[in-house]
């Protein structure tokens, strides 16, 4: 049983297969197919028709395939010599190959006989490179005879999943792909729930920063007015200070004590400043509060208001009798 030459079983193209339904097949989706072929994990065997059960004998076994010029190619082996012969003899001249769900794994290669293939256009079987015999015996004509392989139905592109009729699916293979499918199902549950995680890890990330960020912003205020209140308290001594200071040296009335202490206030809110020719001629850069505190503090004092303001004598004659003892004073008496 020598080996067969190069077998075209497949084109590049759109067909019909005998379900009616559109199957197109791109050049890469032929070296797909090739590339994914390896017969000592799945072999693909040679039969006759699209056999309705797996019951059905093989004829040969598909030992390469390869993919070139838009057409897919197997090349058998193990193929007996009366299959050659009724083969040559022209009794099979075309092939239709049956595929997986998953449009890649090789089930078989049939040899059609009155069946049309649903992929047309390619040459034409040739299994042996002998001419084919004159005579044929009955056994040559027909190598399977008493063997029942009456084609099914599928005489085209078969790319479907099992049914509830049995289908041409074996129930092991059935088996198989829905425990591809569950572990599938399982990697992607398990991938989802990994990238849940992460988001949530994401999300809590997000919250914290966002809480300490916000928790720095409110203690930054707070210091930031704490430390503006306690700088306008020690302004507002300076302030009242400096307005006492006048009224003690009679440039300011004590009546006018409020007016002067409010309106230096009202100044010292303006972020302005002005120039200020100093006594020495120099001229410098002072906010408004200093400009009037320094024009206040020009004025020629009024003696008036110093009398009016200093402690009256009588006061301070009995706050110096204070200082007196008592007994001594009694004594001398």
């Known amino acids: 049983m020598s080996k067969s030459s190069w077998i075209e079983i497949a084109r590049a193209g759109t ?191 997000k919250e914290k920063a966002e809480a300490e960020k916000k928790a720095a912003e409110e203690k930054e205020a707070k210091t930031a007015a704490d430390f503006a209140a306690y700088k306008g308290a020690i302004e507002n001594e300076k302030r009242e200070a400096r307005v006492a200071a006048l009224v003690e040296s009679g440039r300011v009335k004590p009546a006018e004590k409020a007016d002067v202490l409010s309106f230096a206030m009202a100044l010292a809110s303006q972020n302005t400043t002005v120039d200020f020719a100093a006594p020495d001629g120099k001229t410098e850069k002072v906010s408004l509060e200093e400009r009037y505190f320094r024009e206040l503090e020009s004025r020629n004092p009024d003696c008036r208001i110093i009398e009016f303001s200093a402690q009256p004598k009588h006061a301070a004659e009995a706050n110096a009798a204070s200082f007196f003892d008592a007994s001594e004073l009694t004594s001398k008496l």
């Open 15 to 205: 067909f019909t297969d005998s379900a009616g339904r559109p199957q197109t097949f791109t050049d890469s989706d032929l070296a797909a197919i090739a590339n994914a072929y390896d017969p000592a994990k799945r072999d693909c065997p040679l039969v006759f028709g699209h056999p309705k059960t797996d019951a059905a004998p093989a004829f040969g076994w598909a030992e390469k395939l390869k993919a070139e010029g838009g057409r897919l190619l197997a090349k058998f082996g193990q193929v007996p010599e009366a299959v050659k012969k009724i083969v040559a003899a022209g009794h099979y001249r075309h092939v239709s190959m049956s595929l997986m769900p998953d449009r890649k794994t090789l089930r078989h290669v049939a040899l059609l006989g009155a069946a049309q293939p649903a992929i047309d256009g390619l040459k034409a079987v040739e299994l042996a490179a002998a001419v084919a015999p004159k005579g044929l015996t009955d056994g040559d004509r027909n190598p399977l005879k008493n063997v029942d392989v009456a084609p099914s139905r599928e005489d085209g592109i078969t790319i479907e999943f099992v049914n509830n009729t049995g289908g041409n699916m074996p129930e092991s293979e059935a088996q198989r792909e829905i425990g591809a499918l569950k572990e599938r199902l399982a990697a992607l549950e398990k991938e989802n729930a990994h990238l849940k995680e992460q988001a949530k890890g994401h999300k809590d990330g």
